[in-house]
C-alpha cells in the first residue's frame, strides 16, 4: 500500500499538483490520466521521491525506495552501454541476481549491442525489462506504450495483469486510453492539478466520453 496525503508541488510559483489524496493498494492497477502538462510525471517524481513537496506519503514499507520500479517516459542510458549491462546495473543496484537472462529476454532485444544503436521501441522495452527483472513491489509506469510495437503493446498488457495477480501495486499512465481500459482496476484524471475521484471499470466508458467531448468543444477550425 502507499498512501498520498494532502500532497502539493510547485515549480516557482507555478503549482501543479494541489492537495492530492490518494491510497494505492496492493493487487491493483491505478491509471492516471491527463492532458499534457497535467501533473502526472510530477505525481510519480514525487512519488518516487525524486521531488520535495508538501504533503506526506506513507507506505507499508520500511524501504519504499527500494522495492519501486519507476519506468520514466524518457529512460536514461549511459554511453557506451550494452542492453545486458544496462540490466544488470540496474538489478545488481538492488542486488537482485538474474539467471538466464536470455530465457527472460521476453522483448528479445539485441542485449549483446549498445542501446545507443536500439530504436526508441527498444529503449522503450530495454528500461521496461530492467525495472520487472528488479524484482519490485510497487511500479510506475509512465507512458510505458509510447513507441512500442502492437506485439510488444500486448505482450505488456498480459505482464501487467500477471503483475496484478502478483499482488503488485501498479500506476500506469497513458494518451491510450484503450490500453488503460483493458488494464486498469480504477482510473483517475487530473486535471489543473486537482485529481478526480476514482472511476471504476463501470463508468472507464463514461470517463472516456467525459474526455472526448471536451475535445470536441475546441475549435480545431482555428489553424486551418
Ligand atoms: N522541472 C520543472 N520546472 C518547472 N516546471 C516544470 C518542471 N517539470 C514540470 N513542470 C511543469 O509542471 C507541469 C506538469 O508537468 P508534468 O510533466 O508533470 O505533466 P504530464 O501530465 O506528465 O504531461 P505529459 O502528458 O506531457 O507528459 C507542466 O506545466 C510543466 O511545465
Known amino acids: 500500500m502507499i498512501e498520498i496525503i494532502n500532497l502539493s508541488k510547485s515549480y ?116 521496461i525489462t530492467a525495472v520487472l527483472l528488479q524484482k519490485n513491489e510497487y511500479f510506475i509506469f509512465d507512458e510505458p506504450f509510447n513507441g512500442i510495437d502492437l506485439e510488444s503493446s500486448i505482450i505488456f498488457s498480459a505482464i501487467l495483469k500477471k503483475l496484478k495477480d502478483l499482488g503488485k501495486t501498479v500506476i500506469i499512465s497513458s494518451h491510450i486510453f484503450s490500453t488503460l481500459k483493458d488494464s486498469c482496476d480504477y482510473i483517475y484524471k487530473i486535471e489543473e492539478g486537482t485529481l478526480s475521484p476514482p472511476f471504476a471499470k463501470e463508468s472507464f466508458d463514461e470517463l472516456e466520453d467525459e474526455m472526448r467531448q471536451k475535445i470536441l468543444m475546441k475549435d480545431i477550425g482555428k489553424i486551418l
Not at 510559483?13 to 501533473?39: C, H, M, P, T, W
Request: aromatic share 10%; with cysteine.
Open 12 to 127: 516557482g510559483s507555478k503549482q501543479v499538483l494541489s492537495n492530492i489524496n490518494i491510497r494505492f493498494d496492493s493487487g491493483k492497477i491505478y491509471g492516471i490520466v491527463g492532458e499534457n502538462g497535467a501533473g502526472k510525471t510530477t505525481l510519480f517524481r514525487c512519488l518516487a521521491e525524486l521531488e520535495v513537496y508538501d504533503g506526506r506519503i506513507q507506505s507499508d514499507e520500511q524501504n519504499l525506495k527500494g522495492k519501486l520500479g519507476f519506468l520514466t517516459s524518457e529512460p536514461y542510458y549511459l554511453p557506451k552501454i550494452t542492453g545486458e549491462e544496462h540490466i544488470y546495473l540496474l538489478t545488481d543496484a538492488r542486488k537482485v541476481k538474474v539467471d538466464n537472462l536470455t530465457e527472460r529476454n521476453i522483448f528479445q532485444l539485441p542485449l549483446k549491442e549498445y542501446v545507443s544503436n536500439y530504436s526508441t521501441g527498444m529503449k522503450k522495452k530495454l528500461a
